[in-house]
C-alpha cells in the first residue's frame, strides 16, 4: 500500500537584491512515492531543496503547487485534518539546536507528543514510555536525562533527543532530514539500525535525507538525487550509488570518500555558485556538465536506463527507444 | 612529558594544551574533559574525533575561553606560542588583553553554527562588520567587493548577500561561518563540525579552500567531526577521545594503518564502506560510561574485546609505545602496549587491528 504520493511539487521563493526581486524554484516538479515500510534516501547538493521539499511534506511550508497524497486522497486543510496529519508524519529537522526549545526539558519535549497523540495514559506509563524512547536512542541513563534542557547536552545528544521526539507518537510515516549527520559511527549505526527496524515491525515509512551516501544505500530501498530543486536520478539504491548514470550524481559519487573501497578519486570539481535563473527551461546542471550539447538547453525528461532506475539526461535519450 | 610528534622536522608548537580538565558543576558534577594532554603545531590540521558526547565542543570552548557556568576548568593550563618564541598563558588573560587574544589569534567555528547568524541582519551586513572590524583599510566598495569574493570562495551565489539567514539553506548558512571565520585570518582556527550540512563535492571544494589558505596564511586548524573518512583526508594528526580523555594520538598515516586503541580500531572498523557489502553493520555495543563518575579504570573497559583484570583496576596513561607498530609516532591509553600491565605481549588480533565486538550480552553493566 502506498503511504504518500507526491506528484509535481513546486515551491517558489522570492529573494530580494539590489536590483530588486528574483524568484527561485527551490523545488522544481518533484514527484515520488514514499511507501509503508520502506526507506527513500535522499541526498543531493547543499542548497538543492531537501529540507523545503520536507517541510512541504510535513505542511510547515505550503506548496506553490502541485499535491500529496496519503492513500490516495488529498488530505484536507482543516484543523482536525491538520492534526492528525501532524501526528502521522513527524520530522526530524536539520537544525537540532535550534529546533529544541530552551526552556524545556528533555522530559518535556518526548511526554508532550506523547500526551498528545498517544492515548490516556497515566503517569507512570509516560514516564515508562518516555524512558523506553531515551533507552532506544542511546541516552542513558534515562532517569538522568529526563531532566536536562538542551543547552546541557552536546550536539549529538541533542540530535537523538530530536529523533526520540519525532517517534513519540508512533508516526507512519518519518522525515529525517539530516538526523545522524552530529553522530559517531556507533551511535549513529545504531539509530539507523533501529528506524530500519521500526519500518520493518511498524510498516513505518521513510524519508532520509542525507550527505552520506554510504548509508544512504545500506538503509534505504530507493534513492533519489536531487540538483537545484529537481530529482535527476532516481532508482534501487544500489543501482543509483554503485551505477550512477547522470553526471551530476557521478560527480557526487567520484567525491564521496570511500575507506572500505578499491576505486581511487580523480574527478576535480568545477566550483559552481552560481544560480539558475527560475524560468531556465534546460537542464540544471549544464553549466557545470562536461557532456553539455545544444538539446541540454531544454530541459530532459525523465529517461528510464535500468528497472525502475530513470534519470533526466539526454545522454539517455537513446535508451528510451531501446526499452520501448 | 614529550607530546611533540616526530613526523615532522619543522614542527613547532602555536598552542600547548596541558593536563586540562573541565567540569559541569551540578549535584553530580559532569567531568566531561579530563587531563587532557594535547599540543598543535603551526600550521598543522589536528583532527579531533570521539563519542557523541566524549568531551569535544567542551574542550574547544575551553581553549577559547568561551565557557559559561556552570562549566568550569578545573585543572591544568593553555599556552600560546608567538612566532617569534614568546608565550601566553591563556587562562591568565583577562579584561581587555583577553578580548585581544581572542580577537587576533583565534577563530571558532562553532558547532550548530547554521543557527549562530543573526537572523534579522542580511548575509551582507554580518559580514560587512566582521569585514570594517577586521580590515578596518577597506572602503565600502572594496568591501562589498569582498563579500562577494568571500561567499564564492564558499561556493554561494553572490546575489545572496542580501539574503537573511532563514532563506537560506542549512549548508549554505555553514558556509556563510566558514566565510566569516576565514575573514578574521586568526592563529588558529577551531572548526566544530563545520561540514554536516554539505554535500560531498560542496564539502571537497571547501576543505580544498581551507588547505589552500592555511598553506598561504600558515593558520593551524582544529578540525573537530564525527566524519572518520574525512578527517582522515584532511588531517595532518588525528587525535581521539573518548569519556573525556584523549585515548590515542599520532599522524594520520600511521592512525590510518596501525591503530593502537581498541577504540580507535572500532571507530576506524565500524564505518559503513560505500561499495562494500552492507551486511551486519553495527557499531561498537554498549554504553558511554557516565561522565559524573571518576574513573580510576579504563573508561573503554565494558565495550573492549581486549579487556585484562588490569584495565578495570587502573587507568591507563596516554603514553608512547616505541616497541608497538606505531613506532615513536603518537600516544595511546591502552594497557595492551604494556607487557608489564598487561601480563602478555598485546594480542596478535589487536596488531593486526581486529576489532571483534563483544556481545551485547557479554558487556558487564
Ligand atoms: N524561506 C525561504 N526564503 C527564500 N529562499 C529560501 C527559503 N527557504 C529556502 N530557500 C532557498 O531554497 C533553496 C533550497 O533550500 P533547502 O533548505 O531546501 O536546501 P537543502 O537541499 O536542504 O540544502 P542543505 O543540504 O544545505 O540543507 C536554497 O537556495 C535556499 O536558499
Ligand atoms: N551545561 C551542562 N551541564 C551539564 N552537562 C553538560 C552541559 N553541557 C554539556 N554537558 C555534558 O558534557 C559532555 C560533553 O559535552 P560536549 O558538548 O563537549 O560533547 P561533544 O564531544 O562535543 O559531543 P557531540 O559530538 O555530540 O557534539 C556531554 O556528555 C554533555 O551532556
Ligand atoms: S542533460 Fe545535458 S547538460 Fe544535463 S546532465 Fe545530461 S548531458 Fe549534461
Ligand atoms: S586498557 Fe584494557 S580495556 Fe582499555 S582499551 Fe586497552 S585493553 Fe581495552
Ligand atoms: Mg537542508
Ligand atoms: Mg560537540
Redesign the interface.
Known sequence: MSTFEVRDLVKEFRLREKGGRRRLRAVDGVSFDLSAGSTVALVGESGSGKSTLARMLARLLPPSSGEVRVDGRVVGTGRGATRGYRGDVQMVFQDPFASLNPFHTVGHHLSRPLRLHGGRLTSSELNERVERLLERVALVPPDRVVGKQPHELSGGQRQRVAIARALAPGPRVLLADEPVSMLDVSVRLDILNLMDRLKAEEDLAVLYITHDLATARHFSERVLVMYRGQVVERGDSDDVILRPRHPYTRLLRSAAPDPGGSDPLTVPVEPASTEVPAGDQGCPFRARCPHAMSVCSRRPPEFPVGDGHLTSCWLYESSTEENT | MNTQPTFSERWSPVLTVRGLSVD?EADRPVHAVREVDLALGRGEILGL?????CG??TLAYAVNRLLRPPAHVVGGEVVFHHADGAETDVFALDGEQLRRFRWNRLAMVF??A??ALNPVLTVRAQLEDVIRAHEPATDRRERGRRCAEL??LV?????????YPH??????RQ?VMIAMALVLRPDVLFM??PT??????????ILAEITRLRAELGFAVVFIT?D???L??ISDRIAIMYAGRVVEEGGTERLRRTPLHPYTL???R???????D?TG????PG?TP?L?ESLDRCAFAERCPYRREVCDGEQPPLVAHPDSPAGADGRAACHAHDPSRYGTAPPESLLRGEFRPIEESEVIR
Open positions: 559541569y574525533a570521539g563519542e557523541s558526547g569535544k565542543s558547532q550548530g547554521m543557527n561567499l564564492e561556493g554561494v551565489d553572490p546575489r545572496r548577500l542580501d539574503s532563506e537560506l539553506s542549512g549548508g549554505m558556509r566544530d563540525e554536516t550540512a554539505l554535500d560531498v563535492v560542496v564539502q571537497r571544494e564525527h572518520m573518512s574525512l582522515l583526508e572500532g571507530l576506524l565500524s564505518f559503513p564502506s560505500l561499495t562494500g552492507p553493520l553495527h557499531g561498537i554504553r557516565d559524573a
